[in-house]
């Protein structure tokens, strides 16, 4: 670990002490009898919720990574909203929108009445401005085109309410795409700034429900509520203001901290819960949710440019080796269902294939000994005086991702091959798992309710976990961007995973949860639909 970031980890954690050591006191569960009697929200209060990572670039576009949205979600609004059970595409800024049906062109109808919190009124040039920026990149700002926007040709302004994208190919997937959190709209104020300043939090500017009103740098952050929002998504029952006053963000990231002012009452709500910290939380009587990432499962990408991995009988060993169900058992609890495919069980266009993921150690050993491989002394399998000798990178995005990566290495050590397990710091981590020969396999994830998610993982052009050449697969990765119909995508979809898992590509783990917990005081905590949370309808009882 660097000493910047030493020191970084040392002033949030003193941050979250002083939170504890400060907030206020009383019995946690305690309520107020109006609240209990007839359970109607109630406005007002602040909202202590402690993050567990370092939120970095602010950037909307590039605004994926959880700790980032968990800011995000809450000042910036987007053209549609996902239902998150249902999946219903349902208006927000824009009210209503058609699709060619070629889903080539799609022309958006945007309200009248939304502002940015700098009170600019939103118009279809604003609209247009984001969306070039996403689809097309811009070399002068610094700004790269985003993955989820594909094949994008460029915007026309109709007039100050409509704006039309036109695009290369056939992009089925785009309006989903309008609902992510990457597809916050922003303001002029902040979308005409280079990168580098599009990343500070207080250059945001944007249309949500809250402002940010103070910014301690990968610390804490303040958001206030806006007195004159009033377009949340239509069909909500809940419209106008806020019911929050302020939301107070903490990066809190030690574990016991977290879970000690959650418990005692210092804290309101958490992100990532541990599996081993869930029976605590229950205990107390506080609220455990677990709403899924619903995308590309976390999965063990096997690298066949790597050289121990080129043969398909040493990857299918791999895959054979590995007991994802002693996994689970060992590490997690029932929110994390043992994965059966390389999407989500929850993912749109899953297909569930268990029976071609089942452990078999015997199976494993047949196939390595066919192929040559050949116990040394020490146990490891050699052939043409190569070990089957493999390394990876354990993120720190995954729970308990070292303790997973152990228990791998362990099971295939049982067949004869060596996994060393590497902890690098995150910007050397990024720049070796770049090269297969370097990093063989490693555990990777996309969390999207949009078959474009596998696209997004594996194609060459894109994040490309396998690092990979193989052009079969690019083929059909990009057929499932490009097929207009429904159908005709969860199809090619499932070509893909079937793909992956009988050319041993991947090995899915367990679908992954966002794990978060709250007081019995807290009500109306919402997700994404891929568990990215959304604190519009959230309210407090009185205590």
Same mark, same amino acid.
């Given at each position: ?7 970084? +980890?040392? $002033?949030?954690?003193? &941050? %979250?002490?002083?939170?504890? #050591? ?6 946690? *569960?305690?309520? !107020? ?88 009124? +939103?118009? $279809?040039?604003?609209? &247009? %401005?984001?969306?070039?920026? #996403? ?6 700002? *610094?700004?790269? !085109? ?95 203001? %806020? ?301």
């Amino acid at each position: 670990m660097s000493t910047t970031h030493r020191r970084t +980890l040392a $002033a949030a954690t003193a &941050a %979250a002490a002083t939170l504890v #050591l400060a907030a206020c006191s009383g019995s946690p *569960g305690a309520t !107020s009898e109006a609240a209990a009697d007839d359970g109607a929200p109630r406005q007002g209060g602040t909202l202590t919720f402690l993050e567990y990572q370092f939120p970095t670039c602010f950037y909307a576009g590039g605004s994926g990574y959880y700790p980032v949205a968990t800011v995000l979600n809450q000042v910036a609004d987007k053209l549609t909203f996902q239902d998150p059970e249902t999946r219903e595409i349902h208006p927000w800024l824009a009210e209503s929108w058609e699709v060619s049906e070629d889903a080539t062109e799609y022309v958006f109808h945007l309200r009248e009445d939304v502002t940015f919190s700098d009170g600019t009124p +939103l118009t $279809a040039e604003h609209v &247009a %401005a984001n969306f070039d920026h #996403l689809g097309l990149g811009d070399e002068e700002l *610094g700004l790269a !085109s985003q993955e989820f926007v594909s094949n994008y040709a460029g915007s026309e302004v109709r007039d100050e309410h409509t704006v039309v994208f036109t695009f290369d190919a056939p992009v089925p997937g785009f309006l989903q795409a309008t609902s992510v959190v990457g597809a916050a709209i922003v303001g002029p104020a902040t979308y005409e700034l280079p990168y580098e300043e599009q990343c500070q939090l207080e250059n945001l500017v944007a249309t949500g429900p809250f402002t940010v009103t103070e910014v301690v740098p990968e610390q804490e952050y303040t958001l206030t509520a806006r007195e004159d929002y009033d377009w949340a998504p239509p069909h909500q029952e809940h419209q106008g203001r %806020a019911y929050l006053d302020e939301i107070h963000i903490v990066v809190t990231p030690e574990d016991s901290v977290r879970i000690g002012a959650l418990t005692s009452g210092q804290a309101d709500a958490v992100r990532s819960v541990q599996a081993y910290d869930e029976p605590t939380v229950e205990a107390a009587g506080y609220q455990l949710y677990a709403p899924q990432t619903n995308g590309v499962s976390p999965q063990i990408a096997l690298r066949p440019d790597n050289p121990v991995l080129t043969e398909l009988p040493v990857r299918q060993a791999l895959l054979k080796a590995t007991d994802t169900g002693a996994i689970v058992d060992t590490l997690f609890t029932e929110n994390y269902p043992v994965a059966t495919s390389p999407l989500s069980s929850g993912a749109t266009g899953y297909t569930d294939l268990s029976d071609r993921l089942t452990a078999d150690p015997e199976e494993a050993n047949r196939l390595l000994d066919e192929a040559g491989w050949e116990r040394g002394p020490d146990g490891i399998r050699t052939k043409d005086g190569r070990r089957l000798e493999l390394t990876t990178i354990v993120p720190a995005v995954f729970p308990l991702g070292q303790e997973t990566a152990e228990l791998v290495a362990q099971q295939w050590e049982a067949v004869g091959a060596k996994l060393h397990i590497e902890l690098p710091d995150p910007a050397t981590a990024v720049q070796r798992q770049q090269d297969p020969a370097d990093v063989g396999v490693l555990i990777s994830h996309v969390g999207r309710v949009d078959p474009d998610v596998l696209y997004s993982a594996f194609h060459s052009s894109q994040r490309d976990y396998l690092v990979s050449t193989d052009e079969t697969l690019d083929d059909l990765l990009e057929e499932i961007t490009s097929l207009p119909g429904t159908e005709e995508r969860y199809a090619k979809a499932a070509e893909v995973q079937e793909y992956l898992v009988d050319n041993a590509l991947t090995i899915p783990l367990y679908d992954m949860p966002q794990t978060y917990a709250a007081g019995p005081h807290v009500h109306g905590l919402g997700w994404e639909p891929v568990g990215r949370l959304r604190l519009y309808d959230t309210w407090l009882e009185e205590r």
